[in-house]
Every structure is written in C-alpha cells, then in structure tokens.
C-alpha cells in the first residue's frame, strides 16, 4: 500500500507542473495579446490623425489657391475627402484674408490657419531687357511700344 501512495504522489506532482506551466504560457499570451491590440490602435489613431491634417491642409491650400489666383470662393464652404471633411472659413479685414479650415477624419479633430494678405502694384512693363553702355539698337521695321528703361 505504500508504494501506490508514492505513485499517485508522483502523479500529482506532473499534474501540478502541467497546470502551472499551461497557466503560465495563457498568461503571457493574453500580456502579449494586450500589447498588440494596444499599439495596432495607437498606430490607427496615427494614421486617422495624419488623414485629418492632410484633410485639413487640403482645403487650406484649395482657399489660397483660389485667392491668389483671384477664382471664386465662398466665404464659408465644405470640402469632402475620403471619408473626411474639411469646413473652411474665410475672413475678410482690409486686404489681409484669414482662413480657418477645421478638418474631421473618424473622431479626429484638427484646426489650421492661415493668413493672406494682398498686394496689388502695377508693373509699368511685362517684359523686362536688360541693355549694355551702347544702348538697344533696332533693325528691319523692330519697334518697342510702351517704356524703355536704360
């Protein structure tokens, strides 16, 4: 009888070291598993949040392009992208512009400005030569109309 009890004795002890080491590896695989599911949502935020600066960019660039290239634009408009949007705002104070354009991407939120300001001078020419001491001689019928400088 006491040779049974020491191979059931045994038994308990292969049985003990299963159950820590199976319980063990379940434990670092779940630690594991939280590391990643963290960092893949860290990454989505990342990339959610450069689509909303970009967004956001977009429709800043769109309202200085139309400005400076003296193109329609509203003074408060929507631009759709992607699945993001951006809502730009422009404000006006003598010659100097103010746009805002608040881009939204997912739940990501993100507001960029920019000022522009217009200067108009008249250019008394287009095209510009550029003569040496002798001056600007002309032959066969060649005219300049408007200024000349020397």
Not at 77 to 100: F, M, P, Q, R, W
């Amino acid at each position: 009888m006491i040779q049974n009890s020491k191979i059931c004795e045994r038994g308990a002890a292969s049985l003990i070291t299963v159950v820590a080491i199976l319980s063990s590896s379940l434990l670092l695989i779940g630690f594991l598993s939280l590391s990643f599911s963290d960092s893949r949502k860290i990454i989505n935020n990342k990339v959610q949040s450069q689509k909303t600066f970009y967004t956001s960019e977009a429709g800043l660039e769109d309202n200085i392009y139309r400005i400076k290239n003296q193109k329609n634009y509203t003074a408060s408009n929507n631009l759709l992208i992607d699945t993001g949007e951006t809502n730009i705002t422009v404000a006006s104070s003598g010659n100097t512009k103010t746009i805002t354009s608040e881009g939204l991407f997912g739940s990501i939120y993100r507001k960029l400005q920019a000022v522009v300001t217009i200067t108009t001078s008249e250019v008394s020419f287009h095209y510009g030569v550029q003569v040496g001491a002798g001056g600007l001689q002309s032959k066969n019928g060649v005219t300049v109309q408007g200024n000349m400088y020397s």
